[in-house]
Structure formats: structure tokens, C-alpha cells
């Protein structure tokens, strides 16, 4: 979901102040509603050819960082923490 449906804020959002059940409203508003209140969309938002990521999730973030970047930081990881 895009949407931070989870957080209170949005709950109340949605059931006070605009009176609508967020599963229930077709695209096009969902968009209008963005439009006019950007913050209720879960960032971070990473995309790339192969994958998708919405919201933060520090272990699948990494999983866009390059191959050769993540080998290197575990690698310096593991020296830190003085596993051979």
C-alpha cells in the first residue's frame, strides 16, 4: 500500500475529515487526494528496472545498492567486528 494507512494521523484523515473508507475510493481520487495532501504517501518510494521498495525498510533498501558496494561494506563490517 502506499498510502501510511497504519499511521493514527491518516486513520482520523480519512474517517473525520473526509469521511471515506480508503479501501472503498477508486484511483482517481486516491490521486486527487495526493495531489492535495502529499504527506499521506509512504516514502521513502525506490524504484529501478527490476524492483520496487515503499516505505523504509533499511535490509530491502539495500538491495538496491550495487553488488560490489554491499560485498565491500560487509566485508569492512566484518573486520569491525573482528570475524574471519
Known sequence: MVLMTSSRL???F???K???DVESISVSELLHLIEQYPSLL???II???KRMQIGFNED????FLPRSYRKQELKEATLRAGIN
Open 10 to 12: 491518516v486513520q482520523r
Open 14 to 16: 480519512f474517517s473525520k
Open 18 to 20: 473526509l469521511n471515506i
Open 42 to 44: 509512504r516514502r521513502p
Open 47 to 49: 524504484i529501478d528496472a
Open 60 to 63: 530491502e533498501i539495500r538491495a
